[in-house]
């Protein structure tokens, strides 16, 4: 499995911004899928995750500073994963990356790590 982010790009506060990881090679079915982002000078921070799509509850998990605004989808059968992300803030300027983890056991995606698989990031920088 290979992932690729997409999506990002320059926005101004309180903009919305759709990126996307697509997933080549594999199919995402098996695979819980997190983003995450790194600013510069910054430790790398779990945005949103998603367990597969069989799971009812704890399907999606969001760090706080997110909560609200972002939400995190998937397509199996585009083998795409989304993060929406609406009213952003200074603070969420960062390269994004997307990462898969295989999970057989069907657990919730907060209970899921470390990544093994990672794309190469999309970088969003948000500036008024």
């Known amino acids: 499995l290979r992932l690729a982010e997409s999506g990002g790009g320059l926005v101004h506060p309180g903009d919305s911004l759709k990126l996307s990881c697509v997933g080549t090679?594999?199919?995402?079915?098996?695979?819980?899928i997190g983003w995450f982002r790194q600013a510069p000078g910054k430790e790398r921070e779990e945005v949103a995750c998603?367990?597969?799509?069989?799971?009812?509850?704890?399907?999606?998990n969001y760090a706080g500073s997110v909560k609200g605004r972002f939400i995190i989808t998937r397509d199996d059968t585009e083998n795409t994963v989304y993060l929406q992300m609406d009213n952003v803030k200074v603070e969420d300027g960062a390269t994004y990356y997307c990462a898969a983890q295989l999970d057989f056991q069907l657990r919730p995606c907060a209970a899921v790590g470390p990544y093994d698989t990672w794309g190469q990031g999309t970088q969003v920088t948000v500036s008024s």
């Open positions: 998603i367990s597969r799509i069989e799971r009812t509850d704890g399907k999606t």
């Open positions: 090679g594999f199919p995402i079915d098996n695979y819980v």
